[in-house]
């Protein structure tokens, strides 16, 4: 069964920070992972999709790395702002199904 | 292209009664997935349809839940009768079948309280 992890659960920084979110799953099955964004009470945002074939993905001053064999994926995220504050999930869609499996994801607050 | 549109935002109801939540998934899109979001258990997988045929209901919790999708443009998600444990965020997203860009667009999501 798929298991995907993210580490830290919360994260607060000062504005202007790099930082780095993480990502794992348990089984390297993957066809693709994708990386949401979620304010609060709000719908899921899809930041950027990562095939299982490539090795990253950049939007911006956010770029998202994928190291399948190692079942790792982290998101960068330049230059922080405080319009970056929101919760970031991480996604895998399984190989074999059509179910996308989500993290628990990280709570991200960027202080002015 | 207005996205995935889910109605209502918010519901409250009282135990026992029925819920239904409705979603109108982006034109063209051939797969539909209802998801439930709670604090405990973060986002589950409820159920998915292709081509408005449920494929996989393995994550429905109850009999209590049910879900249709009559077209290719609505699809409904029962719950009857409510408990308070429904109570959660839940969600509907869309895609466009198989491929190299395979991803999901994602509705706004209903609140549902149940008292």
């Known amino acids: 069964k798929q298991e995907v992890t993210q580490i830290p659960a919360a994260l607060s920084v000062p504005e202007g920070e790099n930082l780095v979110l993480n990502c794992s799953f348990t089984d390297s099955a993957i066809y693709n992972l994708q990386w949401f964004r979620q304010d609060p009470g709000k719908g899921l945002t899809s930041l950027l999709l990562i095939q299982s074939s490539q090795r990253e993905q950049t939007s911006g001053r956010l770029n998202a790395s994928l190291d399948k064999s190692s079942g790792r994926s982290t998101l960068y995220i330049a230059a922080s702002q405080p319009g970056d504050s929101a919760t970031y999930l991480c996604a895998v869609l399984m190989d074999s199904s059509y179910k996308l499996i989500f993290g628990s994801g990280t709570r991200l607050l960027v202080r002015p | 292209d207005a996205g995935v549109i889910q109605s209502p935002r918010h519901e409250v109801t009282e135990m026992g009664q029925e819920v239904t939540l409705r979603c109108k998934p982006i034109?063209?899109?051939?797969?539909l997935f209802w998801y439930r979001q709670t604090m405990m258990r973060g986002l589950e997988l409820l159920i998915y349809f292709n081509n408005n045929v449920p494929i996989d209901d393995s994550g429905m919790p109850e009999d209590r839940f049910s879900a249709k999708m009559p077209n290719a443009s609505f699809s409904t998600l029962k719950i009857q009768p409510s408990e308070p444990r429904d109570s959660a965020v839940y969600f509907c997203a869309s895609s466009f079948s198989w491929g190299p860009n395979y991803g999901y667009t994602f509705g706004s999501g209903t609140r549902l309280t149940v008292v």
């Open positions: 034109s063209g899109h051939d797969y």
